[in-house]
């Protein structure tokens, strides 16, 4: 119970809490399993930090709105930004 509340808050893509619930019921070698773990997650995290540069270009935002607004940037949500995003007058 205690890792899932912990990977809840530690990792924010659901692909990879999928991915890592898929190690974990595997039964892999523990060693192997956490190095394994960690580079899947970071790859499947990856992707945030290039929607992030994407969209610095397209929305002007302070540090710290920045901050807040990555706590809701989901595949979805930088979908609707490329498509409505030019669209809309506010952005």
Do not use: I, K
Not at 36 to 58: D, E, I, K, M
């Amino acid at each position: 119970m205690w890792e899932t509340c912990l990977m809840s808050v530690t990792v924010f893509a659901g692909a990879s809490q999928f991915a890592a619930a898929g190690q974990f019921v595997g039964g892999a070698v523990p060693g192997v399993a956490a190095l394994a773990l960690v580079g899947t997650t970071f790859v499947l995290n990856a992707r945030h930090v290039l929607y992030g540069l994407s969209l610095s270009r397209q929305l002007p935002l302070s540090r710290w709105q920045r901050a807040v607004a990555a706590q809701f940037l989901t595949d979805e949500a930088y979908g609707m930004v490329l498509v409505a995003g030019p669209r809309d007058p506010g952005g």
